[in-house]
């Protein structure tokens, strides 16, 4: 099974569970976490959704190439990333707070996932960032959108994009990308963060939330996210992006 999902005491946990794999996102990721978002929204008891990795090196290291390396062309590119985007959408506008517990390493698309959640809650280890550039491509789930919604001053937003490279944990916090390092295990990191959220009525929640997604609606939220895949479909089928990805996979492991 490439993912877990656990529901308990009104908090959905979502873990990628490919270790081996640097908990990269396949057809079956994909597919789990459009289950668990589906989950969420058809139960009134779910209280908080938290996105996370199995083991302490990896968070997400974004879209898996050995597989994704077949799709060739533009279309192909733009089947697999829409999906995705699409399913990040979901996740972005749940009415409920969304968390990525950040165990390990997220980077290109794990970075992506991250950033569409509301908090990002970051162990002392972990580094994360938009590493998409080194393949010659842009990000391509909405993430770059996402990114500039998320209060980081626009330039270091803009240069968080354009470093195509892995932040460590205290710089994430200092520009405001992650509200919190965490020094112990994920789980006390998540239930003293939630401590006083979990004393206020769901209800007030939902209606903070809303004023955001009130704000997002306005502002062709997701029109924006689709322009940004239809942008990384494009350099998907570049040479440079081709050529880049197979020196990705043949070079030797560490």
Known sequence: MAYLLEHKEGIVTFTIHRED?????????????????????????????VITGTGERSFCSGGDLSVFHALQT?????????????ILYKLATLPVPTIALINGTAVGGGCE??????????????????????????????????????GLRHDQALKMLVDAKAYDAQTLYDIGWAMHVFYGTKQEALLDFIDDMRKIHPSVHQA???????????????????????????????????????????????
Not at 75 to 80: C, H, L, R, Y
Request: glycine share 6%.
């Open 21 to 49: 794999k640097r908990n990269a996102v396949n057809d079956e990721v994909m597919n789990g976490l459009q289950e668990a978002i589906t989950y969420v929204e058809q139960n009134d008891n779910v209280r908080f959704f």
């Open 208 to 254: 903070y939330k809303e004023i955001e997604l009130r704000k997002w609606r306005e502002r062709n939220m997701y029109e924006r996210v689709m322009e940004e895949v239809r942008t990384c479909a494009k350099l998907w089928e570049s040479d440079a992006h081709h050529q880049a990805v197979n020196v990705f996979l043949t070079k030797p492991k560490k």
């Open 74 to 86: 533009e279309d192909e590119a733009f089947g697999m990333l829409s999906k995705m985007a699409k």
């Open 113 to 150: 996932i991250a950033t569409a959640c509301d908090f990002r809650l970051i162990a002392n280890h972990a580094k994360a960032g938009f590493i998409q550039g080194t393949l010659a491509i842009t990000s391509g789930w909405g993430g770059g959108t996402y990114l500039f919604e998320r």
